[in-house]
């Protein structure tokens, strides 16, 4: 028997590889088919079953695809509902796999089909479950995303307490748990770092496994709960309903444009989305664009901040065009024009206008704090432990709403912990037209180290 988590940084995702005799299953694959595919050709092994723990909101699945290239049979849980040919799952169906089997176990309460799947090993044992977004290290799935759309927020949180107390809490505490999500993942709120756990870990040291009532359980789960990214519920139909293969999508999308229609592009509506680090956009960039660097959360800030259905032009790092549209499609965003190198004369020779934005570091932004309109765009729990003196709370994940609570004659000086959102939301302001916008390298991080007064949540009760 052979298990293999492969990890998704850029999406907190975790897919599964398990292998017995030349027999494979993948569970909740990523977009992109090749990873699983390669593996089991390199162990000469063939994909049998492609297990899908639920509709997935955060990224759009592999699953169809993959099915096409190797002839697996896609199962879901018990109640899915999808347009595409599958095995619907019953509650404790089981799936022989070499000399193992998989056992189907539905978990309601993340979506209404949410199933995990249990590791049954070559002696019979219930080794391993997998548990998609019912359960993480340290947490539970949120039961808030489909509220309004299917069904409501309580009627989850009530399905998802008998899960845990009906099916997770009787399970050996000796079982692993292989999640789905790691941190930085929306499906969860307080995630924890380690990439797997068990049973008896999860139960001594997981809230949301402690002993309490249904409406406490409700209460502590839903408190706190940010506002889901608005491509959740897309990716979520996307997947119940199919897409273009990825394949497609690359050809379509992978083209390097020429100066003349890169302006064409802009001109028509296209928004440019320049993909390098802060650093290198903050010294030129094409005047508009909206700066996710790819070395972070790329794919879910892109996803969060703009519109699935917006066509993109993308700006890239060097060597990095095929990887930027990738993991574009990963989230379901497929309307890209194409990329163009950053070359700040080529952009001025086709025409277009280029901007900077000023930085400054945290010993000036400390020497001259009472002169500046401070805006802090991390989230609301982190300003609360502890926040520079007079600063606004404005997160990133809201900034878009909040603009008009902004004044765009203004002064703004703009942080976040280390630099990485102020950066994206220094270039959203000034996408919207404010004229004076100032980033703080190194964000709070480096802000607390400098003389820069600061409160925490204890002293502003």
Not at 158 to 185: C, R, W
Not at 223 to 241: G, H, S, T
Request: glycine share 8%.
């Amino acid at each position: 028997m052979f298990v293999k988590q492969l990890y998704t940084g850029c999406l907190a995702e975790a897919a599964y590889y398990i292998e017995s005799e030349g027999e494979a299953a993948v569970i909740d694959p990523i977009r992109e088919t090749e990873p699983y595919v390669d593996l089991a050709a390199s162990r000469g092994a063939k994909i049998k079953y492609i297990f899908e723990t639920h509709f997935h909101a955060d990224f759009v699945s592999g699953h169809l695809d993959l099915a096409k290239k190797t002839g697996a049979t896609i199962v879901y849980g018990p109640t899915a509902v999808a347009s595409f040919e599958a095995h619907i799952a019953s509650d404790s169906e089981t799936f022989s796999l070499g000399k193992i089997q998989i056992k189907a176990l539905h978990t309601p309460g993340h979506t209404p089909e949410s199933t995990c799947y249990i590791l049954i090993n070559e002696q019979g044992k219930e080794e391993a479950i997998f548990t998609g977004d019912t359960l993480f290290v340290g947490d539970v799935g949120r039961p808030d995303l489909l509220d309004g759309v299917i069904i409501s927020k309580e009627e989850q949180v009530a399905a998802l307490y008998e899960t845990v107390t009906q099916k997770i809490m009787t399970l050996p505490d000796d079982m692993i748990v292989y999640p789905g999500h790691g941190p930085g993942s929306m499906c969860g709120k307080s995630i924890g770092n380690e990439k797997q756990s068990t049973i008896g870990q999860e139960k001594r040291t997981n809230y949301a496994l402690q002993p309490m009532s249904k409406s406490e359980f409700a209460e502590i789960v839903l408190k706190d709960q940010l506002p889901a990214p608005n491509y959740f519920v897309k990716n979520a139909i996307i997947n119940r309903k199919g897409y273009d293969s990825i394949d497609e999508v690359m050809d379509r999308n992978v083209k390097e444009l020429s100066p003349s229609e890169l302006k064409k592009e802009v001109e028509a509506g296209a928004l440019v989305l320049d993909a390098r680090n802060g650093n290198e956009f903050e010294k030129g960039f094409i005047k508009g664009s909206i700066n996710v660097g790819l070395d972070g959360s790329f794919a879910v800030w892109v996803g969060t901040l703009i519109d699935i259905q917006q066509r993109i032009v993308v700006i890239t790092p060097k060597g990095r065009e095929r990887e930027t549209i990738l993991r574009l499609a990963r989230v379901g965003f497929e309307q890209v024009a194409g990329y163009f190198p950053a070359d700040r004369s080529a952009w001025e020779s086709a025409g277009l206008i280029t901007d900077t934005l000023n930085s400054i570091t945290p010993e000036q932004f400390a020497g001259s704090l009472e002169e500046r309109e401070v805006l802090d765009v991390r989230r609301t729990d982190e300003f609360r432990r502890q926040h520079v003196k007079d600063a606004s709370n404005f997160p990133l994940r809201s900034l878009p709403a909040d603009f008009t609570e902004l004044n765009p004659s203004k002064d703004y000086t703009i942080h976040c912990a280390g630099g990485y959102r102020s950066v994206i939301a220094a270039s959203l302001l000034k996408a919207k037209g404010f004229k004076s916008v100032t980033n703080v390298y190194g964000g709070f991080d480096a802000i607390k180290k400098t003389h820069a007064p600061t409160l925490s949540e204890e002293l502003t009760a």
